[in-house]
């Protein structure tokens, strides 16, 4: 199978949640966003923090195609997400997402969004949950892992969100929309750092914000960065701030769900056929030739912030249902790819398949998903947008080893995969914009469709297209048959229809553009 623009339209039409009943409420102190349903939307006042692993595709090439070092890999990545949750909790850190070892949490108490004295007290919570992480990490987990060693590093922004759950198989898969959450991921910088924006900056009291320089400027916002700032190397100011950091506790704890994990229960197998994400635990993972996609909403996060109203965010809300539906059917109906999770309005896939050596074809297939993602924006979905046409997607692939498992409890498990061309998908994502689709050279070069390959110029050490939808390739068809004199017309179960030299009107037909078909 592949997109076809009627089939797309039929399905944007009967799934266009219009009728998908949303309650938006303010989060309050006695509210928690963990078991949020599918209907429930919080507007959330708070700081939001990302916790990374700056040299973690660095590990994951270094793994290569160890299986015995891959299994350290899961291992670390299951250990520390099993801290992290502890640390939020002794903290009251709210836990919004896991994306492999990238944590993205929100501090949002005291919860007061009418008491100024609540957002210092909020900007102060995040950035000390931020030296207790970077501590532990550096300090503890990597000691304990040390033929691993992670490093880490946090950005924190504060503002205005709405948090979301937006699972649609049962698996809880929380999102939060805004500029704030995004701004946060985008000021991490290296190892042993802390990142704040502007807004975070000014609400911390001054036995913090001494250790904070002025920094860049991210998305017209100035940010402060704090360099070395661990409980370890200041233990005065953690008695100031009345942090009690037990070191050898959380060793101990670490070895403790280190050795609950052994190696050799860990099983990595190569994926035959089409991975069924249910089946996988930290015990069961697959590896795989594939080609990583990421997928971004450009201009999605402008409309969030300027949602003023509850009516507003209802549609919003019901729009982005809509849109990743149809993002779903495209990727995992129209092309046997494989979605693993969504980062706010960011997706995450993967095309395995066909397995085995068939590494042109799954260039050319993943080329073709995101063609076909950029055809629903532009020509379907778009129409049902109303007056939000600001909406475009930038999609990035490139092509590799991936490896892919699912962390956590049953019920709260979630995909991750990982590997240094799923790292460099998402470099090339964020790298592109609107309307753009951006591929690495190894999948330009395994093109051997004439017109595709000419709408891609070559950009440093990448490829790049604008604007490139199905329809506009057979516009590029039909206007290239029209020169070399070969375009008619034909009647077809009584309607008319344009041919070309490639479109014979009796016998048997193979399209090698499938996207053409009905």
Not at 355 to 373: E, S
């Amino acid at each position: 199978m592949a997109w076809n623009e009627e089939r797309s339209r039929k399905r944007v039409k009967s799934r266009d949640f219009h009728d998908f009943e949303v309650d938006v409420q303010d989060l309050r102190r006695t509210m928690d966003f963990r078991n949020l349903g599918t209907k429930d939307v919080r507007r959330a006042e708070g700081v939001h923090l990302y916790v990374d692993v700056p040299d973690f595709h660095g590990a994951v090439s270094e793994a290569g195609n160890d299986k015995k070092k891959q299994k350290k890999l899961v291992r670390a990545a299951s250990v520390l997400r099993k801290v992290q949750r502890d640390l939020m909790d002794a903290d009251d850190i709210g836990d919004i997402q896991r994306q492999t070892v990238r944590l993205h949490a929100l501090a949002y108490k005291p919860y007061d969004p009418d008491e100024g004295s609540s957002a210092a007290d909020r900007a102060r919570r995040a950035v000390i949950h931020a030296v207790t992480h970077n501590t532990y990490v550096i300090d503890v987990f990597d000691p304990v892992f040390d033929e691993v060693r992670f490093g880490s590093a946090a950005g924190l922004s504060g503002g205005t969100s709405y948090i979301a759950n937006i699972g649609m198989t049962g698996e809880r898969e929380l999102i939060s929309l805004g500029s704030c959450a995004n701004l946060a991921a985008k000021i991490l910088g290296g190892t042993d750092t802390i990142s704040v924006t502007q807004d975070v900056y000014d609400l911390l009291p001054d036995d913090l914000k001494g250790h904070f320089k002025k920094s860049a400027v991210v998305g017209g916002v100035q940010s402060y960065r704090a360099t070395g700032l661990r409980w370890s190397r200041f233990p005065k100011l953690a008695d100031e701030l009345g942090v009690a950091w037990d070191e050898d506790m959380w060793r101990k704890k670490t070895e403790q769900y280190r050795d609950d994990l052994p190696l050799d229960q860990i099983e990595v197998s190569y994926a035959a056929a089409l991975i069924d994400l249910e089946l996988l635990t930290e015990r069961n993972c697959k590896r795989t030739a594939a080609v990583a996609i990421y997928a971004d909403l450009d201009g999605f996060t402008r409309y969030v912030q300027e949602a003023e109203t509850n009516e507003k965010v209802v549609s919003l809300i019901r729009q982005f249902h809509m849109i990743r539906a149809e993002f779903h059917f495209v990727i995992g109906g129209d092309y046997e790819g494989l979605v693993l999770q969504h980062r706010g309005d960011c997706i995450l896939a993967i095309l395995h398949m066909p397995c085995g050596d068939n590494h042109a074809k799954r260039c050319r297939k993943a080329v073709d998903i995101a063609i076909a993602l950029q055809s629903s924006m532009e020509h379907v979905l778009n129409e049902h947008l109303k007056d939000r046409k600001g909406i475009h997607l930038a999609v990035g692939l490139d092509v590799g080893k991936a490896f892919v498992t699912r962390l956590g409890k049953k019920g709260q498990r979630i995909g991750i995969c990982f590997g240094p061309e799923v790292s460099s998908a998402e470099r090339l994502q964020m790298r592109t914009g609107a309307k753009q689709i951006r591929i690495a050279k190894e999948i330009y070069d395994q093109l051997d469709d004439e017109d595709v390959r000419a709408e891609f110029t070559q950009d440093g050490d990448t490829y790049l297209a604008t604007g490139l939808t199905f329809p506009k390739l057979d516009k590029i068809g039909e206007e290239k048959a029209a020169r070399a004199g070969s375009l008619g017309a034909a009647v077809k179960e009584g309607s008319m229809v344009v041919t070309t030299a490639a479109t014979p009107t009796t016998g048997t037909w193979h399209n090698s553009r499938p996207w053409r078909v009905n």
